[in-house]
């Protein structure tokens, strides 16, 4: 395992003594806005060490202008995309619009979703802590619905529960939204109005805020992976909002294995993955395979250096955020997953019987099979043999599990993905499989290694 040394850990973004710099609270931050934002216009130049691969990551006398922004390293939103911003008077404006999207959860599963800009989840929101943000939402969909910030400390009128801040957003209407961005970290968007139905529809989004001064972990390469579930019976065309547990697709940015692109990483890059979760109903135990990590970080703030634990495993609990931070000193193609098992299915059944350990009934099954053409008994010796039978599929929907790997199938599905790390990349496009060094991979034991090693198996 790759683990993390104590002695060379820096402290992650915006971690401070809380004795010397406490976190405002959120009447000195909304108090105080106008003059932090002034002030943070004549900040220097951070010193940080800046990686020659990468693009720069500084802060700047005032916002950029145009429709750029050099001030960070933008994040990799893995089978996403971020959403465009420009300048208009040091005012940092964007655009939403709420409305339907044909959504492709992997080949062969395809569902009429909602979400934000043509994709679920919507473009990740990035923007520095001080910025001052106008964020237009234009609803195209046929009920109200509103934007809810996650996590940001604002105004009331700008918190987006419709009836309680806001009359909600009438279908052709677009609301504007203003606020200044306080203490940096990962947050989430999403509705509040009739949530139950959008959210399961797709309508959520990443929102991170970048350090003004970045200083302790800069990162090399920042990932940001929004957690979701969904109930989409088979053969359906839309997911069904009204489930309260039967969710069979499971996903990472809103693809299920095999459809989540990888993870990409060169040696000794510092490396931050972003967790949210959205999901109706579940926590999720998120394990990364081969390393070690630091959880520095919830949509409530940076953790203290002193706080941050060493973990294998992140438990994001829905409606939260997590970061962890980990530096990428292990080559390879690593797991990356939720550990609840039944998240590493697609489109699983229920209520079907309990075969495993069923004895012979081969002459039951001809019989059956007389009655019922094509009757399979399922599941007799387990569900692996499942992913390697080519059995037709009914209509829009997809095998249990089962994607493509550097040595077959790989069996598992759903929250599933891989972080690719290699020695050299001269990108950070998918550098296909992992070859292991020779004398690095399991195989096969010979006879003679059993019989030298003193292992019985008659």
Not at 22 to 33: I, K, S, T, V, Y
Not at 68 to 97: C, E, I, Q
Not at 260 to 282: E, Y
Request: hydrophobic share 35%; aromatic share 8%.
């Amino acid at each position: 395992m790759a683990a993390i040394d104590d002695e060379t850990v820096e402290p992650n973004e915006g971690t401070e003594d809380a004795v010397e710099s406490p976190r405002l609270g959120r009447r000195d931050f909304l108090g105080g806005a106008a003059v932090v934002g002034a002030a943070l216009a004549f900040d220097q130049r951070a010193e940080a060490q800046r990686p020659t691969r990468t693009p720069s990551v500084s802060a700047t006398e005032g916002p950029a202008s145009g429709d750029s922004d050099d001030r960070y390293r933008p994040v990799v939103t893995p089978n996403g995309s971020a959403l465009p911003f420009r300048w208009v008077d040091g005012v940092k404006v964007m655009h939403l619009t709420a409305g339907p999207v044909e959504h492709e959860f992997t080949e062969g599963l395809r569902a009429e979703c909602w979400g934000y800009n043509g994709s679920t989840p919507g473009p990740t929101i990035e923007a520095v802590e001080g910025d001052r943000v106008r964020i237009y939402v234009t609803n195209t969909l046929d009920e109200p619905t509103t934007v809810h910030w996650h996590g940001i400390l604002l105004e009331a009128g700008m918190d987006g529960v419709g009836g309680l801040n806001q009359p909600p957003i009438q279908p052709g209407e677009t609301y504007r939204y203003e606020f200044t961005l306080g203490e940096p970290g990962t947050f989430m968007y999403h509705p509040h109005w009739d949530e139950m139905t959008q959210m399961a529809m797709g309508m959520m989004g990443m929102l991170v805020v970048h350090p003004r001064r970045p200083r302790g972990f800069v990162p090399d390469r920042d990932f940001a992976i929004m957690l979701s579930e969904w109930a989409v019976p088979i053969g359906a065309a839309r997911p069904d909002p009204m489930a309260m547990g039967d969710f069979n697709v499971l996903t990472m940015n809103s693809k299920a294995f095999p459809g989540t692109d990888p993870l990409v990483a060169q040696m000794g890059d510092k490396v931050r993955i972003r967790f949210g979760n959205l999901s109706g109903l579940d926590n999720h135990p998120i394990h990364l395979h081969g390393y070690s990590f630091r959880i520095a970080g919830s949509d409530g703030g940076a953790f203290p250096r002193s706080a941050q634990q060493p973990h294998t495993t992140v438990l994001v609990p829905t409606g939260s955020t997590r970061w962890v931070e980990l530096e990428a000193n292990a080559p390879g193609d690593w797991a990356m997953h939720c550990h609840m098992t039944h998240h590493i299915m697609n489109q699983m059944g229920h209520g079907v019987p309990n075969m495993v350990g069923v004895g012979d009934q081969r002459d039951f099954d001809r019989r059956l099979r007389r009655l019922v053409p094509g009757y399979m008994p399922m599941g007799r010796n387990g569900m692996a043999a499942m992913g390697d039978m080519d059995m037709p599929q009914p209509t829009n929907s997809i095998p249990m599990q089962g994607g493509p790997g550097a040595y077959g199938r790989i069996d598992m599905g759903g929250m599933f993905t891989i972080f690719k790390v290699r020695e050299s990349l001269p990108s950070y496009e998918d550098p296909g499989w992992y070859e292991p060094p020779e004398g690095t991979r399991a195989r096969p034991a010979t006879a003679a290694e059993l019989r030298a090693d003193g292992i019985d198996i008659d």
